[in-house]
């Protein structure tokens, strides 16, 4: 199947700086990327879509200038956490889609636990 | 809106016997429905979709759902399980008519397998 790749699969920063994580389709181009938040024992949260060649759309409550997205590529879409905090600790994970439609299978990055100090 | 409701959060079970885990969904437009798997400290990984046609649908490691309209249920189920099949199970939602990927998923389903 389709391969999507996370990395770093852990980080852990001080307060007050950058992290930013990466999203790389291997086998297949995406031209949309999907972006989650997962906390502790509980489900994923959509932050964002990742459009190549254009803006991300953000959830409502997602903080755009917190959370930068960029989609360069057809293979790789970026996620930085800016000026982050303890809060912000958390597990990150993307998605790409491959398939016709809306129809087709989701597939999923290991995902990047970030821990902030 | 699509929502999707996980009836229990935790199901402990024996290895080998069967088990059922839960999914209610809630949508004012027709819904595609999917049961992923995660292990710990992973991505997911897609076990079985709905999409049309047959209301049974058989995933990978042996594992079915039902699609019930009526009851607006997707359960999931597997007639014998192993240890390896101790992990989080996320059923979810994507809108038909969208043109496009946004899922909506459950709170999840800690299925833990024992000895």
């Known amino acids: 199947g389709a391969v999507v790749s996370q990395h770093p699969s852990r980080v852990i920063c001080k307060s007050g700086t950058s992290v930013k994580i990466e999203c790389r389709s291997l086998?297949?181009?995406?031209?949309?990327m999907f972006w989650y938040r997962q906390f502790p024992k509980q489900s994923l949260m959509l932050m964002a879509t990742s459009n190549e060649g254009s803006k991300a759309t953000y959830e409502q409550g997602v903080e755009k200038d917190k959370f930068l997205i960029n989609h360069a590529s057809l293979t790789l879409s970026t996620l930085t956490v800016t000026s982050a905090h303890p809060e912000d600790s958390s597990f990150y994970i993307c998605?790409?889609?491959?398939?016709?439609?809306?129809?087709?299978?989701?597939?999923f990055g290991e995902g990047s636990r970030l821990t902030v100090l | 809106a699509q929502s999707v409701t996980q009836l229990d959060s935790q199901v402990p079970v024996f290895e080998e016997a069967p088990v059922e885990l839960r999914c209610n969904y809630s949508?004012?437009?027709?819904?595609?429905l999917f049961w992923y798997v995660q292990y710990p400290n992973q991505g997911l990984q897609l076990l079985l979709k709905?999409?049309?046609?047959?209301?049974l649908v058989k995933g990978i490691n042996g594992f079915e759902a039902e699609f019930n309209k009526s009851q607006t249920s997707f359960h999931l189920r597997k007639p014998s399980v192993h240890i390896s099949d101790t992990a989080e199970y996320f059923c979810?939602?994507?809108?038909?008519?969208?043109?496009?990927?946004?899922?909506?998923f459950g709170a999840g389903t800690r299925l833990f397998v024992k000895a």
């Open positions: 979810a939602v994507r809108a038909t008519n969208t043109g496009g990927f946004k899922t909506i």
């Open positions: 998605s790409a889609p491959l398939g016709g439609g809306n129809t087709g299978e989701l597939f």
């Open positions: 086998d297949f181009q995406a031209t949309t």
């Open positions: 709905y999409l049309s046609g047959s209301t």
């Open positions: 949508s004012s437009v027709s819904v595609y």
